[in-house]
């Protein structure tokens, strides 16, 4: 491809066509050539030798699919995509070896349903789920036979199922209601529970009374079998006519919700108030764990999130 501009101009002139010409022909099918090449193997061209190219890190949605590229120049004698830190002893999850078919070839019922790899080199993850979070390294015998590696962080996330948070004691009235406000009667007070699931990582839940939050002593925080969590926070409340409010915020997001609950006194003479479904009390009998004596601790400061 050394034929320049430089060397042909001089030459004698029996040639009729412009050498300039020539040359910008002869380049063009060069560059050709080489696309071609690298578009029919899927190699990358514009990588130096000894390089990996990879995600350094990936968030995705549990249940997506998920694309993990590995680039390098030329095409591999072998690739081995791995889960974990260590790039030779790390347990293979796919592989390809010159005369493998494409999709490489995986280890395991489960993951070969999962994964599987593209012309490209890349990892495919049909649907990831939370057992997928953590470290891959793709690993490259080069067509130099270099060993050449990189790595990809994945971080899965969970959305909380819709709707959330749920107030319990509303829910065990009316589980299809998300417009009205619920209303719930008591003669003395009342421990509310507040409840948000399938989530992953982690969710901050926490009751405001105005702009007291309110001590929440008991915390159950469950996991599911896919990896997600549930959970479920409990506080007193006592009649007001200042609703309490459930706070949901996912850390590292801007998303935050409020579900709203009124809490009624109830007298044994007067009738259940109107905007109520079932009104939840220990007189009913109902599901709702009641507190005894007036002294519920509606006043505290304590803030666990920095306040409102
Ligand atoms: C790993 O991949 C990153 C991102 O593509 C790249 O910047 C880095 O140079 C690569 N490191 C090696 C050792 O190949
Ligand atoms: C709530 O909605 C679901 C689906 O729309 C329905 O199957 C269920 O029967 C409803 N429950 C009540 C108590 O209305
Ligand atoms: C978590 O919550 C979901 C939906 O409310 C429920 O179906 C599931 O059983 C709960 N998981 C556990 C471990 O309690
Ligand atoms: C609610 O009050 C009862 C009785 O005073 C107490 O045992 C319980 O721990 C309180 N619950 C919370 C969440 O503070």
Redesign the pocket.
Known sequence: MDVGGHILPHVTRPIKMDPRIGSLWLFATCLGIVMVSCYISGVACDVPD???????HKTVRIGDRVVLKC?FRGTPLAVYWKKGDDPERSPTLVSWITGDPATGVCKGERLCRIMEMNAEFSLIIKEVSIVEQGLYVCRVANYKGSQ????TDISVFSPPKEPYPIINECQMNSPNDTESTCTISTSQSVEISCSASGYFPNIELYFLHGSTSLHTKDMIEVTNLDGTKNKTIYANATASEISYDCIASIPGSQERRTTTVLVNLRTSSSPMPARSKIPIDKTDGSAAKVASGGSAPMDSTYWPYGGP
Do not use: G, P, S
Not at 50 to 56: A, E, R
Not at 148 to 151: D, L
């Open positions: 000894d390089v990996v190219y990879t995600d350094l680039q050449i590696h990189n790595f």
